[in-house]
């Protein structure tokens, strides 16, 4: 039977069409995912063997966390002014051995609540007019004990409360590609309210722009101690990275709080951003309305039972939205400064995992069974439920 040239041809001609329409890869161990690879078989005695090792470890490093957070020697004071002033202290003293120098060592932390206190009498009812009004003289001026020696270096915080620096619009009220470059300050389209200003009839951009920068702290510190100033050191108390990477060395402040409403601290034009520090440490936002940032630092000893005098220039606006503000002086540990949540969490989650470990066990030993035993599959179970 002789079959017709023209059907041949047409047949091969529709496979070769086949073929070069076809998507299928070609053949590889790694598209056929026949690669070597590690798959471990979680076995009773690998998942407590795992659960147990983290409890062994997370628990002594939470436990030790804890007791250095918790034995921080803390002068706490609140100060309430009304016909007498009402000081508050609580003193929790810790010692713990200095390997190297094989003394005792404090790790002492002082904080003092002034907002309240540093409102004249005549405006207790109104601290938001008082705190608004550019006449009225804000130097406050306070005394606090050092109750136990404080080795340098001193770390100097403010500390806000109520401030909620993690709201969304206030999060993205910034513009970084302008805090990094020169050629980009007119990149202020995330910065509205701040982002322009009006001069001469002329629209400018504001630098550094959005609601972060134009908030910026603006109580200052000075402190004295047996009649001689105590220098503040303000260099060095940002991230390096964010100095060398984030903020421009060739961007300068440009119209900042030159609007009608003012709202913090005022730059100096004539530095780059990379070397405002005060504002580098301010755009580091914080997670939670409870926070403290770093002022400076004291490189030189106070001894213990000394008298400090602190002078505050009161001129941050927290009574408007019921905030508080503290100054802290404080030392550091190996694991900082006082901190009980890095501790509790340690323990919480190697707690967890012992528990996870103990029960497995029990249901390994009082009801063991075979690994990957098929009777257990449900339509084993039930051969006659599958229709």
Not at 251 to 277: C, H, M, R, W
Request: aromatic residues 12%; charged residues 25%.
């Amino acid at each position: 039977m002789s079959t017709d040239p023209s059907t041949s041809s047409a047949a091969a001609a529709e496979e070769k069409s086949n073929k070069r329409k076809s998507k299928k890869p070609k053949y590889s161990r790694f598209t056929q995912q026949e690669l070597p690879a590690w798959q471990p078989i979680l076995t009773p005695r690998w998942v407590i063997t795992i659960f147990t090792l983290i409890a062994l470890v997370f628990i002594p490093v939470g436990l030790a966390a804890f007791s250095a957070s918790q034995r921080v020697t803390t002068s706490f004071q609140y100060i309430i002014y009304s016909s007498l002033i009402l000081c508050f202290q609580s003193v929790f003293e810790f010692e713990i051995m200095n390997k190297k120098k094989k003394k005792l060592m404090q790790v002492v932390e002082v904080e003092y609540e002034y907002d309240t206190e540093c409102i004249p009498d005549s405006y207790k009812d109104n601290a938001t007019a008082y705190i608004k009004d550019d006449n009225t003289n804000k130097t406050c001026t306070q005394k606090l004990s050092i109750k136990s020696k404080m080795q340098a270096p001193i770390f100097v915080y403010y500390q806000l409360d109520n401030f909620y620096q993690n709201h969304r619009r206030y999060v993205k009220s910034r513009s970084d590609e302008q805090l990094r470059t020169k050629d980009k300050e007119n990149d202020v389209s995330s910065c509205s309210p701040e982002d322009y200003v009006t001069i001469n009839n002329k629209s400018e951009p504001i630098v550094p722009c959005g609601l972060i920068a134009w908030s910026l702290f603006n109580d200052t510190y000075k402190i004295q101690n047996k009649d001689k100033e105590v220098v503040i050191n303000k260099t060095n108390i940002a991230w390096a990275s964010d100095r060398t990477t984030k903020f421009g060395s060739d961007v300068y402040p440009k119209n900042f709080q030159a609007s009608g409403l003012i709202g913090g601290a005022k730059l100096d034009p004539t530095k780059p951003l990379s070397e405002q520090e005060d504002l580098i440490v301010w755009m580091r936002t914080a997670a939670l309305p409870k926070f403290r940032k770093l002022y400076g630092k004291i490189e030189t000893d106070l001894e213990a039972n000394d008298e400090i005098v602190v002078v505050i220039e009161n001129n941050y606006n927290t009574y408007e939205f019921g905030g508080k503000k503290s100054l802290v002086l404080s030392t550091a540990t190996w694991i900082g400064g006082r901190n009980n949540f890095l501790g509790i969490a340690y323990v919480v989650i190697g707690s967890m995992s012992l528990l996870l470990a103990l029960g497995f066990l029990l249901l390994y030993i009082l009801k063991p069974r075979p690994l990957g035993d098929p009777t257990y599959l449900s339509w084993n179970k039930n051969p006659g439920g599958l229709r």
